[in-house]
């Protein structure tokens, strides 16, 4: 873990440690009629299984889902960065990061949130064995960040983050030159579609920083800057049909 990491978790713990928020909750299926009663006390630990559900729940699962989220974040934090705590779990534009109003919370939290964010990604990235997969990863950390041209532009040129490119590259390539989005569950109101921010990045950076771990990948990138059907032409020796006027 690095430096940067572990001051971003302290700090998190620091302001977000001493909150509580109401045990009681509308899903009695999800957490029995009891809730989760260690909500109620700042600092107990949230059985693994438990956070890990939480952190994924809807909104409406408990009456303040906002204070929810500011009882349980230094735990998903460290979770978060001790790979105990899913990066991506059915969608993760459903982390509770993305559910709520952080962004407008009183100062310093929001901050705190946003370094944290940026040091988790940071370490996971440059790190050759990572807790989370790659691809999952960055989605979560795109989600977090709601800016998918800004979650690309923390993609490190470094040697270790550029293997994790390459090999994250290997799937969104085929999808990309096929004019469709890799991860198309991911901010669908943004300014731009994935594909086209995703696209354009691989054409002004992703390219060159591919050529120096797979020269196959840093050529494929050069089919995005032709017509569909022509990169159908090139790949598969086909045309695409001609849509009907």
């Not at 089919?223 to 022509?230: R, Y």
Request: hydrophobic fraction near 45%.
């Amino acid at each position: 873990m690095t430096p940067r990491l572990q001051r971003a978790l302290d700090e998190v713990d620091r302001v977000f440690g001493d909150f509580t928020c109401a045990a009681d909750n509308p899903c009695t299926h999800c957490y029995g009629d009891d809730g989760v009663p260690e909500l109620e006390v700042s600092g107990a630990q949230i059985d693994r299984a438990t956070l890990s559900s939480l952190a994924y729940e809807a909104p409406s699962i408990l009456a303040d889902h906002d204070a929810m989220v500011r009882r349980i974040l230094p735990q998903v934090a460290r979770g978060m960065a001790d790979g105990t705590v899913h990066s991506f779990w059915n969608e993760a534009d459903h982390h509770c990061l993305t559910r709520c109003g952080w962004h407008g919370w009183p100062a310093p939290q929001p901050d705190v949130i946003t370094e944290f964010v940026a040091a988790w990604w940071a370490d996971l990235i440059t790190t050759p064995e990572p807790h989370h997969s790659v691809t999952d990863a960055f989605i979560t950390f795109a989600a977090l960040t709601g800016d998918v041209g800004a979650a690309l532009a923390a993609w490190p040129d470094h040697a270790v983050a550029n293997r994790h490119l390459a090999t994250a590259s290997s799937f969104w390539l085929n999808v990309l030159v096929h004019d469709d989005e890799p991860f198309d569950l991911l901010l669908a109101g943004g300014p731009a579609p994935v594909v086209q921010v995703l696209s354009g990045w691989y054409i002004d950076v992703g390219a060159d920083r591919l050529r120096r771990t797979d020269e196959e990948l840093a050529d494929k990138v050069a089919l995005l800057t032709l017509p569909v059907a022509e990169r159908m032409s090139r790949l598969y020796g086909a045309t695409l049909p001609e849509t009907p006027a």
